[in-house]
């Protein structure tokens, strides 16, 4: 990156020091560096105390799609909740290895959904049933993905790990199946932070995802009235936020059609990737606590496979391998 563009796009930590206004010349250098990278920016409104975090997740919406074999109906619903799980990370301390876990338990043909994302903008997760059938619902003419009716009713669990011990968990009732509404509705219980919540995932007739993202705006304390009155107007009035990244629009330029009316500055720039951090080293621990019994068995087999469940990564241990696993673990117990 040239240095022109490193000072337009550097990060700065602390709210006085920073803000970057965001003129033709930074929206310029930021299309050049992201390209057609899945990001997410933190923006800020210089007249007023509103923030907004925007993010473009569609390549990473892909990777899972491809990784986990999903139909078409698990790709929007996986999409909204990895898209989602990079939003709650707003909760965390930027850029470091804090946690945040999206766990969505309903009773609709699905099932489970889990999304994982860390403070780095990495993520990761999976859908207990990749082949879920399509269901489509008519909304305002138009027709879309039943993401409701595919998740049914049940409960939503956000578990936060800050590097601190024991994580925060918490849950509240899923009052949608949607999931962007969800979570507006878990941060007004759980963390008392009003919030409005956007998640899109687009996809094609041949499955593929042709645009993904979502926005958390919300104020922030000593927000006046007025702002507040004006960033709920100008929520309302947009299109789906994946119609306009299918259009072409940018995360920071969805920033300022969210805080029209006021002066858009950036606070943060955050790349995003599926990214699991499973490793056959991993997958060796999950066969070493098995009982000897069940090793032995794998052994008679001729091998063993193991797949983690939120990336599709398969990790294959010979008989060979086996057997010092076996013997790694009997040496252990004496």
Do not use: W
């Not at 997740?57 to 990895?82: F, Q």
């Not at 898209?83 to 043909?109: C, F, M, W, Y």
């Not at 403070?119 to 993401?147: C, H, L, M, S, Y």
């Amino acid at each position: 990156m040239e240095k022109k563009e490193q000072k337009n796009l550097k990060v700065l930590p602390q709210r006085e020091q920073l803000v970057k206004e965001l003129t033709d010349q930074v929206k310029e250098d930021l299309k050049n560096y992201f390209k057609d990278r899945d990001y997410g920016v933190i923006a800020v409104t210089r007249e007023d105390a509103l923030r907004a975090f925007v993010v473009k997740t569609t390549n990473l919406c892909e990777i899972a799609r491809l990784r986990h074999k999903l139909s078409p109906m698990a790709t929007a619903v996986l999409g909204r909740a990895l898209t989602g799980a990079i939003l709650l990370t707003s909760l965390l301390k930027h850029g470091t290895n804090q946690r945040v876990l999206l766990r969505i338990e309903g009773d609709g043909p699905i099932g489970l959904v889990v999304a994982e994302a860390n403070a780095k903008g990495e993520v990761r997760g999976f859908v207990q049933n990749p082949n879920v059938e399509t269901f489509i619902k008519e909304e305002n003419g138009r027709k879309k993905f039943d993401i409701a009716k595919a998740v049914g009713k049940g409960t939503l669990t956000v578990v936060k790990d800050l590097g601190f011990g024991t994580p925060y968990e918490s849950s509240v009732p899923l009052v949608s199946g949607e999931i962007a509404q969800d979570i507006a509705y878990y941060l007004l219980k759980s963390e008392q932070i009003p919030s409005a919540v956007a998640i899109g995932v687009l996809v094609g007739e041949d499955g593929k995802v042709e645009a993904a993202g979502g926005f958390l705006a919300q104020p922030l304390p000593g927000a006046s009235e007025s702002a507040v009155e004006k960033l709920e107007k100008n929520v309302t009035s947009l299109p789906p936020v994946s119609t306009l990244i299918k259009e072409g629009k940018r995360p920071e330029e969805i920033a300022e059609l969210i805080f029209k009316g006021f002066t858009t500055e950036l606070l943060a720039l955050k790349e995003l990737s599926f990214r699991c951090r499973c490793s056959k080293e991993v997958a060796k621990g999950g066969i070493v606590a098995m009982p000897e019994e069940e090793i032995k068995s794998l052994i008679q087999e001729g091998g063993a496979s193991v797949k983690c469940k939120f990336c599709g990564e398969e990790y294959h241990f010979s008989k060979e391998e086996l057997e010092e696993i076996l013997k790694e673990k009997q040496q252990g117990n004496n």
